[in-house]
């Protein structure tokens, strides 16, 4: 009997070793593409406390990797010091994940604030706003919400020829010249709205992520610990005096 509990204990922290590696791509996905966001729209930030979460989701990775080895390891017999650096990993990872999970679901309910320069980059827009182009280029988008916002901007007071920047312009409209009248050749969806989709998405990503993983933990803590207990790093005895009397 505690031959096969020891055996189930190893095929388990082989399986979950495996897990460890597709649980590492999944946090360096949703990391990686945050950081991305940050760098090409930095100036739409308020700081960097984007990257705060994937910081924290890359360095899990690279632990999970590295744990994974070592899982691998184990399964196959490791030593009784493996066993317990394993679990040691695993401590620092589950701090790594809950710290990047809290960050995570932060983040999400202060996106609003930290895109607040983004909504000033809009206001005081002159016609030459470089990344003000560039995100309507490069996400489909016009003005903050949808193309009406340009109408309340001081810029399109001032130019009253009834246009919006040309790189509202959808590409499927070649003649189009950002007149608002025309809006069925201008992209409905706004910028804002679609820049924190897609950070929202990442960032509950590696919510969902870090709490699917840290169950993965919780099973490999239980599952070394059988190995651990099945294999003590000492065998303590009360010492009788009378032995050496």
């Given at each position: 009997m505690g031959r096969f509990v020891e055996s189930s204990a190893r095929l388990c922290i082989g399986l979950l070793s495996f897990?460890?590696?597709?649980?590492?791509?999944?946090?360096?996905?949703?990391?990686?593409?945050?950081?991305?966001?940050?760098?090409?729209?930095?100036?739409?930030?308020?700081?960097?406390?984007?990257?705060?979460?994937?910081?924290?989701?890359?360095?899990?990775?690279?632990?999970l990797v590295l744990n994974g080895l070592l899982g691998f390891k184990i399964s196959n017999r490791g030593s009784r010091c493996q066993q317990g650096t394993f679990m040691y990993f695993i401590v620092v990872l589950l701090c790594l994940l809950t710290s990047g999970v809290v960050l995570?679901?932060?983040?999400?309910?202060?996106?609003?604030?930290?895109?607040?320069?983004?909504?000033?980059?809009?206001?005081?827009?002159?016609?030459?706003?470089?990344?003000?182009?560039?995100?309507?280029?490069?996400?489909?988008?016009?003005g903050l919400q949808n193309y009406s916002d340009w109408e309340m901007t001081p810029w399109y007071k001032y130019s009253g020829n009834n246009t919006v920047p040309t790189s509202c312009c959808n590409m499927a409209y070649s003649a189009c010249t950002g007149n608002i009248t025309e809006s069925n050749e201008l992209y409905s969806e706004g910028c804002f709205v679609k820049l924190q989709y897609r950070l929202s998405f990442y960032l509950f990503w590696l919510v969902w992520s870090g709490i699917a993983i840290t169950g993965t933990q919780v099973l490999a803590v239980i599952s070394d610990g059988v190995l651990m207990t099945r294999n003590p790093f000492q065998d303590f005895r009360i010492l009788d005096s009378g032995t050496f009397a």
């Open positions: 897990l460890f590696w597709v649980s590492a791509a999944a946090l360096i996905f949703a990391g990686y593409f945050l950081i991305i966001l940050y760098k090409r729209y930095k100036p739409f930030f308020v700081g960097f406390h984007i990257l705060l979460p994937s910081g924290f989701a890359v360095t899990g990775a690279v632990l995570a679901y932060v983040c999400i309910h202060w996106l609003d604030y930290e895109l607040t320069p983004m909504q000033n980059a809009f206001q005081q827009y002159n016609g030459s706003g470089m990344f003000v182009n560039k995100i309507q280029k490069e996400l489909h988008c016009c």
